[in-house]
């Protein structure tokens, strides 16, 4: 018999391993990037995904064959509703990592809140977190998020940590326990023609072989009882199946952190500067009304997923510009 080709996955596609579904709805941001302002600023804050839409807008980018010219591109809306600060979080740091120092709450904070996050305020915890500011490193608003104020049928909020930086500590602190109890617009923390880095669960596809999940060759009908398939397995030596090797099972409802979508729009539906909505609104989630933002490109998940965003981490241009956006196709 004359040698057979193996059938190997595509390059760079075992960056991903392993392939499992998520623990959660709700995506986790790990690094947050530090700014070098004085003022304290929250780094971060939080949509559901709407739906798809086509911009037109004026090319500013410079040194490309389009500069000044009309393109159209693949716009996301995310509705994002305002985030509500509900505390404080202090970490320490040792050699053995970070540490979360104290806790600090709001006092009247929504039933819906208090059913899904057990919060029990405590006024001598404020004096007690300014004694001790001296031994932390980091300082997090604890944030929420709730789904039927973007229009949605859930009523169990998202409850996540968003990163703080600019200033010191002792300004930190302060900034975030001003906010306490108030509510955070999606223009307090970003501006329209920003890049940010969006996290979400990507669209379920359930269970896959090799040939759609890796992207493995199929093999000939001749050469075995099998096509789609992985030619091998692996070596005699060592006795086992290595990780390398492509094999069937989850795909989709993964993780992912996506880098650099700029936000092309940031707008109300009350202000009426597009119109937003089609007729009978989106697919499978509706009419957006309220505060929303359209970013360039797609982003990870299915609509009515939450979707986080975080300032941008990588590529952090020198200045922002204001996107020319001509017209909004629905």
């Known amino acids: 018999m004359g040698h057979r080709r193996q059938s190997q996955p595509r390059r760079g596609s075992i960056a991903y391993l392993p392939r499992g579904r998520a623990k959660s709805m709700e995506a986790r941001i790990r690094t947050w990037p530090k700014i070098t302002s004085d003022e304290p600023k929250l780094l971060g804050h939080a949509g559901f995904k709407a739906g798809c839409v086509q911009l037109v807008s004026v090319d500013d980018r410079d040194k ?17 509703p305002p985030i509500l600060i509900i505390g404080v979080r202090g970490y320490s740091k040792d050699a053995n990592g970070k540490h979360a120092y104290f806790d600090i709450y709001a006092n009247d904070t929504p039933k819906n809140i208090e059913r899904a996050f057990n919060i029990k305020p405590n006024e001598e915890a404020i004096a007690q977190a300014e004694k001790s500011l001296k031994h932390i490193k980091e300082i997090f608003a604890i944030v929420s998020v709730t789904p039927n104020l973007a ?60 040939v759609t999940r890796w992207g493995v060759k199929r093999k000939q009908h001749k050469s075995r ?25 989850q795909r989709g409802f993964h993780q992912r952190v996506e880098y650099d979508k700029r936000i092309m729009v940031m707008s109300n539906t009350e202000k009426n500067e597009f119109v937003i909505n089609p007729t009978g609104g989106f697919k499978h989630f509706g009419n957006v009304n309220g505060d929303f933002i359209i970013v360039k490109g797609s982003v990870p998940g299915t609509y009515r997923r939450l979707i986080k965003l975080r300032k941008q981490i990588r590529n952090e241009p020198k200045k922002i510009l204001k996107p020319n956006i001509l017209e909004v196709v629905i």
């Open 225 to 249: 009882k099998s096509v789609r398939e992985v030619g091998s397995l692996g070596p005699i030596s060592p006795q086992y199946v290595m990780y390398t090797v492509p094999r069937a099972g």
């Open 151 to 210: 229009g949605l049928e859930q009523k169990k909020p998202y409850i996540f940590e968003v990163s703080v930086s600019g200033g010191d500590i002792q300004k930190q602190f302060l900034f975030v326990k001003e906010l306490l109890g108030k509510e955070v617009k999606i223009e307090q923390v970003f501006e329209n023609g920003v890049t940010v880095d969006v996290a979400a669960i990507t669209k379920g596809k359930g269970w896959e072989g090799p």
């Open 64 to 80: 490309t064959p389009n500069a000044g010219k009309q393109l159209v591109s693949l716009g996301t809306v995310i509705v994002t």
